[in-house]
């Protein structure tokens, strides 16, 4: 059957900002169906708040409203627009919810709006933790024995009926929300209250727990013709007890029997009938028994694209939303042709001849006295995926790519040796518990113990004891007697460079020569969803150890865009919306792009983004040899935050060159010495300061710079580790852990501006000329960090003098560090008088939201500038001023509710929005203002 060609056009609902549980995933769902759609003809409408994504650029779709995810901005576009249908499974739990308010309201009705990719029968069924149970009784699924609680009697008595641990899960809830385990009965009364609180019908599904078991999941797509299809087969490392989102993963399911899979299977698909009659895809959640019976149990079902859906796609190369949408518009699965291998229909289930890893990454560090205990509620704001030939090496690249200071699982010299902490670790997992698993295997503890402790599959553990035992056969030798077989199976069992000069005492330069003199180089393999059944012509490669390369390098003039890694706070989707226009620029300007990412969420990792993408670690090892392979023009470094940054003093080292702004720059930005003597050289004021090396001398420099101080390590991002200091008791022990955390990096002073305000410019500069793209006023005052301000673009209260010493400045800067393409600034702003707080030479956090209120792509602009095919006055800048664009951090508070809820120079915020006003009485922007005169009061 051929599309609906009554859909001529389709309102797609988005995620809204990112927050713990629902994160930059659906800037890829969505981004990918809008795509899909267009290109069938029907013109794409989308609203999401969310400024700093791809989904709401308008290179994605014909209309884009950035507006609050409400009612009453759906009204507004169904009188503006003629909409035929809705598509609210792209747009994660807040779509969903959004679409159902609306449809009891009478609103899609009103307006002659159908709803397709999922029905309101399902939505209901599956969020309805009470209806959900009720059905999978009626078709003979198998669930825990549980209960629904709509009060807090109800919860007590069930809980006496079951007895402990209990899982309690919310209603019509995202990330797990409100969810947690219960041990103990003197914990549940809080937890059961906080449940019923999260929930938005004040309604709890109370579950026997079944700690230990095993986790799966599948992702399928359904036909209107009944067709359905499993794109993949999912295995939670962790078992029952954490939320997927916070458990390592596996893909596909290692440790399943086929019988076993065949019944899930057979579940899965009789679940996804029984819930609604649609075409779309769906998530399903099942538990196994850890024994031989392997009993399985229904946990739930989403009837939309899931944060799986993106891991799903990114680990076979199958387009979920892609094809979903079309599935959503009338086509059926076999008669969507070329879609993925180029060779076969859409209907067809993914062979996978590699297996993949997903780790999630977690920032704990930013909620001081925080629960790091996981859970069932989601705590984690990013992940990782790896993909190798084993599980082994997959695991190796995932921990190679996490970016927290680990060479990879171990052999790195940063084991823990305490025993009573390692077998508390293993008992109650946290975001460390595989090291964790690590050590106590190097330390002696006996495999069953941990399997006891931990309930983690033998197999797994027996892959890790294996990986120890061949770390403790290289250990005996040294380079020069480590045997080529010893090295090329360490190799291919994903260990780092790094982690061998450890093990045989060494240079990281001297295994890499070794290996490559014996011939023991990096190939690429082609991610091809068929286990190379068929041809497939997807550009999308992971690398391995081996002798066939699938890889081939044309002569054509080409650029690598380095991406951010996985998410963090600080570092967030922002940089993927500049890694993408980047791309899409470079393309433009007839270079082949190839980008190298190992984030699964986002849209620079979508096979359909670059022209080729290495699925890899952004981790040097692995970045230099694909530019060996490649052979670049260059390396852009200015896109992907500070985990590009940090790679360019060995880009420079090693003769790579760095497109746009060279090494010396960015390292003169960072280096505060060097960059206050520019300062000073320009007649330009900054805050005094002074480097430290120890405790003693901070408390020397303090006298000299007067408290209130800021102090905080070089070459970092979101803040981390800032602090402000009020006297040297406080001076001392921060300078004391900070020295012990980053050793490598150096620890600045500043004298803190108290009572400032603050402010921040964007600019492209091409090393000569300067364009101000846009100045921003921070709401509240110096001492909160950027990223959680309340900013206003232009600022609305600044003087013209101030803003023409901030416009001088900026001009000034950029011109003096050589900049080529974008610059961030920040700027304090204390009695008329402008300082530099610091200049990041790079892509900000900021310039996907001016993008988005100027209605102007900065991005594709200045990535022109770098690769040298524009100058700044080549462009015809138009932004489009009206009003005011107001930048609202959003926090995921909800997650750590034993946390003060403070602010200060360390990032906490985990997304953004965008509000517009026309004016300054604006009724938001009031009391956003009344509350930053009511902080200062204080």
Request: glycine share 6%; net charge negative; charged share 25%.
């Amino acid at each position: 059957m051929p599309k609906d060609t009554s859909i001529k056009s389709v309102l797609i609902i988005g995620s809204g900002p990112i927050v713990i549980g629902q994160a930059c995933e659906f800037d890829y769902s969505g981004s990918q169906s809008a795509k899909s759609l267009r290109e069938e003809g029907i013109e794409v409408t989308l609203i999401n708040s969310n400024p700093a994504t791809i989904m709401t650029d308008k290179v994605t779709a014909d209309n884009i409203y950035l507006l609050p995810l409400e009612v009453k901005s759906i009204i507004k576009i169904l009188e503006e627009q003629k909409i035929d249908a809705v598509l609210p499974t792209m747009g994660g739990q807040t779509a969903l919810n959004l679409a159902l308010k609306c449809e009891d309201m009478g609103i899609w009705k009103k307006y002659n709006v159908k709803m397709i990719g999922v029905d309101i029968e399902a939505i209901k069924v599956t969020e309805d933790r009470d209806l959900f149970r009720i059905r999978m009784e009626e078709i003979g699924v198998a669930m825990a024995p549980s209960k629904i609680a709509k009060s807090f009697l109800e919860g007590k008595s069930i809980a006496q009926e079951f007895g402990f641990p209990l899982v309690i899960r919310p209603s019509f809830t995202l990330g797990g929300s409100g969810g947690s385990v219960v041990y103990e009965k003197e914990n549940f009364d809080a937890l059961l209250n906080r449940g019923l609180q999260t929930s938005p019908i004040h309604e709890v599904l109370i579950d026997k727990a079944v700690l230990g078991w095993k986790e799966y999941e599948l992702e399928l797509l359904r036909d209107k013709n009944d067709n359905v299809a499993i794109i993949c087969s999912i295995e939670n490392f962790d078992p029952m007890g954490v939320h997927t989102g916070d458990s390592i993963t596996v893909a596909p399911a290692m440790t399943l029997s086929d019988s076993t899979y065949q019944k899930m299977r057979t579940m899965a698909i009789k679940m996804m009938r029984s819930i609604g009659n649609f075409a779309g895809g769906c998530n399903v959640q099942f538990a196994v028994s850890d024994d031989a019976k392997e009993e399985i149990i229904a946990i739930e079902i989403n009837p939309r694209v899931s944060r799986s859906s993106a891991l799903a796609s990114k680990a076979t190369g199958y387009p979920i939303a892609r094809i979903a949408s079309k599935l959503a518009i009338g086509y059926h699965l076999d008669e969507l042709i070329n879609q993925i291998t180029k060779s076969t229909s859409a209907y067809f289930e993914p062979t996978l001849d590699y297996v993949i890893v997903k780790i999630p990454r977690w920032n704990f560090d930013k909620f001081k006295g925080c629960n790091r205990e996981l859970g069932f509620q989601m705590k984690s704001v990013g992940e990782v995926m790896a993909i190798g030939r084993s599980f082994q090496e997959a695991l190796q690249k995932a921990c190679q790519s996490l970016e927290i200071k680990r060479n990879g699982l171990g052999a790195d010299g940063k084991e823990i040796t305490d025993q009573a902490e390692l077998l508390r670790a293993l008992e109650r997992p946290s975001w460390n518990r595989l090291f964790m698993i690590y050590d106590a295997m190097k330390m002696g503890i006996s495999i069953k113990t941990i399997q006891k402790l931990t309930r983690i599959d033998m197999w797994f553990l027996q892959q890790i004891e294996e990986m120890i035992a061949l770390e403790n056969e290289i250990e005996k030798f040294d380079l020069k007697s480590l045997s080529k077989d010893l090295l090329y199976e360490a190799k291919q069992k994903g260990y780092a460079d790094r982690q061998i000069a450890h093990l045989v005492r060494c240079k990281e330069s001297e295994v890499y020569a070794k290996r490559n003199d014996l011939g023991i180089k990096r190939v690429y393999k082609l991610v091809d969803t068929c286990a190379a059944e068929f041809e497939a012509k997807t550009p999308y490669y992971y690398s391995t150890f081996e002798d066939e390369n699938e890889s081939v390098s044309s002569n054509k003039k080409k650029v690598v865009i380095l991406g951010s890694g996985p998410n963090r706070i600080g570092q967030g989707i922002e940089f993927d919306y500049s890694c993408v226009h980047g791309v899409l620029a470079a393309k433009e300007c007839g270079y082949e792009t190839i980008m190298i990412n190992c984030n699964p969420e986002t849209v620079s990792t979508d096979f359909s983004t670059a022209d080729k993408l290495y699925f890899e670690p952004v981790f040097w090892e692995h970045i230099y040899d694909i530019i060996l392979h490649e052979k670049p023009e260059g390396v852009i470094v200015q896109l992907g935050g500070q985990t590009a940054l940090k790679l360019a003093e060995k880009l420079d080292r090693y003769g790579i060159k760095i497109i746009g702004t060279d090494f010396k720059s960015l390292d003169l930005a960072e280096d505060r010495g060097s960059f206050s003597t520019l300062l000073k050289n320009n007649n330009i004021p900054y805050p005094e300061f002074g480097v430290i090396e120890d405790a003693e001398e901070a408390i020397t420099l303090s006298k000299r710079l007067g408290f209130p101080l800021l102090v905080r390590p070089s070459y970092v991002l979101g803040g981390q580790s800032m602090k402000i200091v009020i006297n040297e008791q406080e001076l001392e022990q921060h300078v004391v852990k900070l020295l012990n955390d980053l050793p490598d990096n150096k620890v600045l002073l500043d004298h803190f501006l108290q009572g400032a305000i603050e402010a921040e410019a964007d600019a492209i500069c091409d090393g000569k000329d300067v364009y101000i793209i846009g100045i921003m006023e921070h709401i509240e005052p110096a001492g909160i960090h950027s990223g959680d301000s309340y900013a206003v673009l232009p600022p609305f209260d600044l003087s013209a003098d101030v803003i023409k010493q901030i416009e001088q400045h900026t001009r000034t800067i950029a011109v003096a560090l050589n900049t080529v393409g974008l610059l961030n600034i920040q700027f304090a702003v204390k009695d008329g008088k402008v300082y530099i707080i610091e200049a990041n030479p790079r892509a900000s956090r900021t310039v996907p939201f001016i993008a988005k209120a100027y209605d102007e792509p900065y991005v594709n602009y200045a990535t022109k500038v770098m690769l040298g095919a524009k100058k700044v006055k080549d462009f015809k800048f138009a932004p489009r001023k009206i009003g005011y664009a107001i930048k609202i951090p959003v926090f995921s508070y909800e997650k750590f509710p034993e946390i003060q809820k403070e602010l200060g120079p360390e990032m906490k915020s985990t997304g953004e929005a965008i509000y517009f006003i026309d004016n300054l009485q604006d009724e938001f922007f009031q009391n956003v203002y009344s509350e930053r005169n009511l902080y200062l009061s204080k």
